[in-house]
């Protein structure tokens, strides 16, 4: 491909600087700057547009990059780049079309208002030399020069480096706010590849806003046709951020908040992530890209016997399922080496042997996440001591450990002669606090009576059977459950015999992004939480977190973390394990009113302190010191 250099020269407060010109990459704004800052004048009339005013009296010679103190160039992630790109200049301008339009639809034989983001990609894009694609799609590597460009900016961080280069002044005035036409509308999920232009300007025009990058990216084929693109522009982005990190999560990662949180807090504090995880459904895609940036890409896993099976076929069963997580496992293995990260970031002890041998190969630093104390917790305690004579081993040669609580902290450093690990809670994300009336029409509940609601699996060792018997002595009040789980069954037949099913009422899963609708639905929270083992004594409840971010009152058991919440902010009841001191708790909250007003207010006000990203400084300053 060719080099499409065009450096600028110009002088801001003092400062001799050239800026070098790449489509899609703040350019908008940057035009702003050479017209307001130039020492000629430009004339819209004179000038078909800035950047022919720009080449006359500002384009860089050799004699202007060398003398200038800082030659800036504006990075940005490339597939991200390429979704605003098709968005911004092909459907958002469906109807003021451009050659660009005509070239498209005589590329693709068909009409420009039934081409999809797959045609594009597939046909435009991959199937002609890219000298003649539109230039808003040409890679960023094509546009540099032969010059040691010493600021590498990368978009997202343009408003501050622009401070700090040039004083707040000048950073408001020009890169406070995004410029390109689309950067401002909302945002829907859904699965945009195969929406033709028509459906998706309409969809916009109904205001239903664009879809978000996600949306254009979940789709495998797309997603790896556009990496093999810009194969070039991904490394050279990713090479002017922190060290790559690679997570591995042994599951699908489709409702995992906490590596969520934590891949998308390194990803904005430029750490590039790759999240390792399963595939284990059909339908869920091997590779994708999340709207910050992140990466995902999920080896072929295998669901566990089904049901079906009999005694006889039990040990066969059993021999399978381990031969295939021992696949799996090592197809993650591979997955993890190939993308050469600087940092494995291992979640939980599942995958922790994997990440302590891949670190081995790619020479990486190794951070591990104990998201629970694994010898002692439900459904682990058959395999504690093996569980615990890998983990002490492998603990011991992380370069880093985190955990949730201050209590397993302390657990592990004693147990396993290891620093005392990080401790990173279990918090969401703070969003806009809202009202909703989600569960109430869902349901159709027709009393007013305050809603309880739990949300989370359905498991033993969780209370809920007691919960259901406390409901029992109840009046007036709506028991919601909202979750699946092992004990989902048994839980419904408990409501049905115990002729409570007019008040205690089940939700399946809900996505993620749709939970906190469901939570500010209720009225109260609840974590009925039992002492069945160490785990769950030393918990502190991320549900406890989402309730108060929902601005909930809270009914919880008295444990030692979760108490210092409660009692630290004010929010709620703590009970013990017994059905009489829940069901007295549960009496006493839903018949006060002015109780659970006192305890919704202390809620609301504690929204910030016990937010995600109140604590996100803990991670990236942990990382910058590996």
Request: glycine fraction near 4%; charge should be positive; include cysteine.
């Amino acid at each position: 491909m060719k080099k499409r250099v065009k450096n600028f020269s110009i002088t801001i407060n003092n400062s001799k600087i050239t800026y070098l010109y790449i489509q899609k990459n703040a350019c908008t704004a940057w035009k702003q700057v050479f017209i307001n800052e130039s020492p000629f004048e430009y004339d819209p009339n004179e000038y078909s547009n800035p950047i022919s005013f720009m080449g006359k009296y500002h384009s860089a010679s050799k004699e202007d990059m060398e003398s200038a103190e800082y030659r800036i160039v504006v990075i940005r992630e490339p597939l991200g780049r390429i979704v605003s790109a098709f968005i911004n200049q092909f459907v958002n301008r469906l109807h003021r079309q451009t050659p660009f339009h005509s070239n498209v639809s005589s590329c693709l034989n068909k009409p420009v208002e039934d081409v999809t983001f797959r045609d594009f990609v597939n046909v435009y894009l991959s199937q002609q030399n890219q000298d003649n694609v539109d230039s808003h799609f040409w890679t960023q590597k094509s546009h540099l020069g032969d010059y040691n460009y010493n600021k590498v900016i990368i978009l997202d961080e343009l408003f501050t480096e622009s401070k700090a280069l040039f004083g707040d002044e000048f950073a408001n005035k020009y890169f406070k706010k995004k410029l390109n036409a689309t950067s401002n509308a909302k945002k829907y999920e859904t699965n945009a590849v195969d929406l033709t232009t028509k459906e998706l300007h309409d969809n916009f025009k109904q205001k239903k806003g664009w879809p978000s990058t996600y949306s254009f990216l979940q789709d495998d084929d797309i997603y790896n046709k556009l990496v093999t693109l810009y194969h070039d522009d991904i490394i050279f982005f990713d090479s002017h951020l922190g060290g790559r990190v690679s997570m591995l999560a042994w599951n699908e990662f489709l409702n995992n908040a906490r590596v969520l949180k934590e891949a998308n807090t390194l990803q904005k504090h430029k750490y590039p992530v790759t999240v390792h995880a399963l595939k284990v459904n059909r339908s869920t895609p091997a590779n994708t890209m999340l709207s910050s940036g992140v990466k995902v890409t999920r080896v072929k896993g295998r669901k566990p016997p089904g049901e079906t099976l009999t005694a006889r076929s039990s040990y066969y069963s059993a021999s399978l399922k381990i031969i295939s997580q021992i696949a799996a496992m090592f197809r993650m293995f591979v997955s993890v080496v190939r993308t050469k990260p600087n940092i494995i970031h291992a979640h939980d002890i599942h995958v922790l042997p994997i990440a302590w041998l891949a670190s081995k190969f790619t020479r990486s630093k190794l951070v591990y996440d104990a998201h629970e104390i694994s010898t002692d917790r439900e459904g682990l305690k058959l395999l504690r001591n093996f569980v615990g004579f890998f983990e002490k081993r492998l603990m011991r040669r992380a370069d880093a450990v985190i955990t949730t609580t201050d209590m397993r902290a302390k657990f592990f450093s004693r147990a396993y002669g290891v620093t005392r690990p990080t401790v990173i809670q279990n918090r969401p994300n703070l969003y806009q606090y809202q009202t909703s009336s989600k569960i109430r029409d869902e349901l159709g509940l027709e009393e007013s009576w305050p809603i309880v609601v739990y949300q989370g699996g359905l498991q033993s060792g969780r209370g809920l059977e007691r919960l259901i018997y406390a409901a029992q002595r109840v009046e007036s009040v709506y028991v919601v459950l909202i979750g699946s789980g092992r004990l989902e069954h048994e839980l419904k037949q408990l409501a049905l015999s115990l002729n409570v099913t007019n008040k205690v009422k089940f939700i399946p899963v809900v996505p993620l992004a749709e939970l906190p609708l469901y939570t500010a639905s209720a009225d109260i929270g609840i974590q009925p939480i039992l002492n069945t083992c160490l785990n769950h004594y030393s918990t502190d409840s991320n549900k406890l977190f989402e309730y108060v971010l929902a601005g909930l009152p809270v009914i919880t058991t008295d444990f030692p973390e979760i108490r210092k919440i409660v009692e630290r902010y004010k929010v709620g009841l703590l009970v013990g394990e017994s059905v009489d001191s829940l069901a007295a708790a549960l009496t006493e909250m839903v018949d006060d009113l002015e109780l659970r007003r006192k305890y919704k207010k202390n809620a609301i006000n504690s929204r910030k302190q016990l937010s995600w990203e109140s604590q996100e400084d803990v991670l990236v300053d942990l990382y910058s010191k590996i």
